[in-house]
């Protein structure tokens, strides 16, 4: 199901809007929660890949 409604998100404002990197995040520490670590751990990189891309990696939001 989590995986359906950021795909959905995704589609419409792209990957990088910062509400989609926000409901990546979101969904990692939902996966978290249910010890599923390496889908965590997927999703935790690809939006920390597409922060430090758009607003680079001394940003806060990206050391966020």
Same mark, same amino acid.
């Given at each position: 199901?989590?995986?359906?409604?950021?795909?959905?998100?995704?589609?419409?404002?792209?990957?990088?809007?910062?509400?989609?990197?926000?409901?990546?995040? %979101?969904? +990692? &520490?939902?996966? =978290?929660?249910?010890?599923?670590?390496?889908?965590?751990?997927?999703?935790?990189?690809?939006?920390?890949?597409?922060? %430090?891309? +758009? &607003?680079?990696? =001394?940003?806060?939001?990206?050391?966020?």
């Amino acid at each position: 199901m989590g995986e359906y409604v950021l795909d959905t998100r995704i589609k419409l404002p792209g990957e990088s809007h910062p509400q989609v990197v926000d409901s990546m995040g %979101n969904l +990692a &520490l939902t996966y =978290e929660a249910q010890s599923r670590y390496k889908d965590a751990q997927v999703l935790l990189l690809r939006a920390i890949e597409i922060t %430090n891309a +758009a &607003l680079g990696e =001394e940003h806060t939001a990206t050391l966020t």
